[in-house]
T-cell receptor
């Protein structure tokens, strides 16, 4: 069964450093998402991406965040200057049509 | 405002019994609902979905019921097994909101042997 692949599974970074979280969505999917989950809390929407541009973003997705689809397969989330409160699980998701979201296993980001 | 919430944070169930997990949503514009299972350290795993033009959908050992009148969603797991122990989230999609998913807070299901 096709999967959404995320790397790395765990990233530790120092406060103020830049991090790039990587995702390989399912190959024929057209819509891409980033969500995050702070420990013990619910999954929160960050950003959606379609046709090589952001289609929607949440209040969490401020100027420190950016997304990119640098080639035909990868979808990245960059945090320019990490803060302690950015520590969370970050999930990538993709879908083809109106339904059928598939999530990756996540990247655990720890900011120290 | 939009919100999706769960009534019970933890549900303990005896192996072999049926489980019922509930979810309330507040936005009548939601047209699609999904139940996810999340095991420790893993991403949300799709269980079953239902569109707003339906009130019941069945899968393998799982049934989702949608009551649009009271904006309530439930997940029934038949003959609960130890492997069903996890956190369960409901999520809703609103077409007008760019097809993003809004998640509820989660219910932890503990299956006792």
């Amino acid at each position: 069964e096709p999967e959404v692949t995320q790397t790395p599974s765990h990233q530790v970074t120092q406060m103020g450093q830049e991090v790039i979280l990587r995702c390989v969505p399912i190959s024929n999917h057209l819509y891409f998402y980033w969500y995050r989950q702070i420990l013990g809390q619910k999954v929160e929407f960050l950003v959606s991406f379609y046709n090589n541009e952001i289609s929607e973003k949440s209040e969490i997705f401020d100027d420190q965040f950016s997304v990119e689809r640098p080639d035909g397969s990868n979808f990245t989330l960059k945090i320019r200057s990490t803060k302690l409160e950015d520590s969370a699980m970050y999930f990538c998701a993709s879908r083809l049509g109106e339904y059928g979201y598939t999530f990756g296993s996540g990247t655990r980001l720890t900011v120290v | 405002g939009e919100s999706v919430g769960l009534h019970l944070p933890t549900l303990s169930v005896q192996e072999g019994d049926n489980s019922i997990i509930n979810c309330a949503y507040s936005n009548s514009a939601s047209d699609y609902f999904i139940w996810y299972k999340q095991e420790s350290g893993k991403g949300p795993q799709f269980i079953i979905d239902i569109r707003s033009n339906m009130d019941k959908r069945q899968g393998q050992r799982v049934t989702v019921l949608l009551n649009k009148t009271v904006k309530h969603l439930s997940l029934q797991i038949a003959a609960t097994q130890p492997g069903d122990s996890a956190v369960y989230f409901c999520a809703e999609k609103q077409k007008a909101a760019g097809n993003k998913l809004t998640f509820g807070g989660g219910t932890r299901v503990l299956v006792k042997p």
